[in-house]
């Protein structure tokens, strides 16, 4: 299948379009054959605002159906609102289109097993749209880690912010328990740093209990929350704790940082911009230290070739259920925590 292109359609006139869009028009595996979204005219408006010079004819749906159900699609990409992921990821399944999903997959547990098992039974793939870990830096990251550089990993922050603009407030309008807030939008990449960062031959580490606390706005979208997975002691009764902190309120910030025993190790921006100079630093206890900056590449074209080349070869995407699930859990834990202003266990 070397030459084969995955056909792409794209499932809403989202923003994130502008990042994803020109990507799938990029990727030598893919070809955009569709958008659609529920407003009149915004699916056409939005390909020619982020693709254009392309010379690809791309059908412009005003409904999400007609995409669907157009036999010439073969994957999906989903950028709905957080809380319509699970039901229009069910509906792109139900119509055997394989979905990239963006994160979070759903908002609940439950509802990505209900995917999962749709999937299975459609023989399709589906995968949780975390664009970042497609970046070359992180697996850097984990090499180190797991080079000993560091020694044991004992700490992890992370922190992710970005000011929210009067025109897309619409976006924090509803509940946590709607979708609403930072936590369901740039938590699932904190909660995933962290898990992440304390993985382990190549998994990732679950927390055992979590405790957070959060602002809430008029809606019951939360502005900024803050707080603390309990990773559990390691083999010497040493405490693991990774700490997150997310913001609507701030500046532009996704920076992830490991402490060890013998180091530290931190990724300055998982959200690489066009022209962000991706740089790890780290250093040790015996007085090293270095930055290491990165060759310029799309984490979101290395995304979407990455998925299509899973479905034309078929191969297990990167990022799986498992993986989906254990990062909605956790939030799932926050959102509790934040709730009842208490610590609560995992399982
Ligand atoms: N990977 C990333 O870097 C990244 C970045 C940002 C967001 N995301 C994720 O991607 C998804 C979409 O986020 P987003 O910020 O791009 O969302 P968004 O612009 O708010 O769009 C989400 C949905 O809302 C509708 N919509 C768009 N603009 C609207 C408007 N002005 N008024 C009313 N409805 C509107 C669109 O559906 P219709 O076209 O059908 O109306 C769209 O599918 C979320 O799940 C988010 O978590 C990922």
Request: proline share 3%; net charge neutral.
């Amino acid at each position: 299948m070397a030459n084969q292109k995955l056909k792409w359609g794209i499932l809403g006139a989202a923003r994130v379009n502008e990042r994803l869009l020109p990507s799938i028009i990029e990727a030598p595996n893919s070809q955009l054959v569709a958008i659609a979204s529920r407003r009149a005219g915004a699916s056409k408006a939005t390909f020619e605002k982020y693709a254009p010079r392309s010379a690809d004819s791309v059908n412009c749906y005003d409904d999400m159906d007609s995409l669907i159900n157009d036999k010439n699609i073969e994957a999906v990409y989903c950028p709905m609102a957080n809380e319509e992921h699970a039901e229009w990821a069910l509906k792109a399944i139900a119509a055997d289109k394989h979905v990239l999903i963006e994160k979070p997959m759903a908002l609940t547990v439950k509802d990505i097993e209900a995917i999962e098992s749709a999937a299975k039974k459609a023989n399709v793939k589906v995968m949780e749209g975390f664009m970042y870990r497609f970046h070359p830096q992180h697996k850097r990251v984990q090499e180190i880690v797991e080079s000993g550089l560091i020694g044991e990993v004992l700490s992890a922050r992370a922190s992710y912010s970005f000011l929210m603009k009067q025109a897309r407030m619409y976006r924090i309008n509803r509940s946590m328990a709607q979708g609403g807030g930072a936590m369901w939008d740039i938590g699932p990449y904190a909660i995933h740093s962290l898990r992440w960062c304390f993985g382990q031959k190549g998994k990732p580490m679950e927390p055992k209990s979590v405790i957070a606390h959060a602002k809430l706005n008029e809606h019951g979208a939360d502005i900024v929350t803050s707080g603390v997975l309990d990773f559990g002691k390691d083999a010497k009764g040493r405490a693991r704790f990774g700490h997150f902190d997310i913001s609507f309120e701030r500046s532009r910030k996704s920076e992830y940082e490991i402490i060890g025993t013998k180091g530290w190790i931190k990724c300055h921006a998982a959200w690489v911009f066009q022209n962000d100079v991706p740089v790890i630093s780290w250093a040790t206890e015996d007085g090293k230290y270095a930055e290491e900056r990165f060759a310029p590449s799309n984490h979101f074209t290395l995304e979407i070739e990455h998925f299509s080349d899973c479905v034309l070869n078929n191969k297990q995407p990167l990022l799986t259920f498992a993986d989906a699930r254990a990062n909605c859990k956790a939030i799932e834990v926050v959102l509790q925590s934040v709730a009842t202003n208490r610590m609560i266990a995992c399982d």
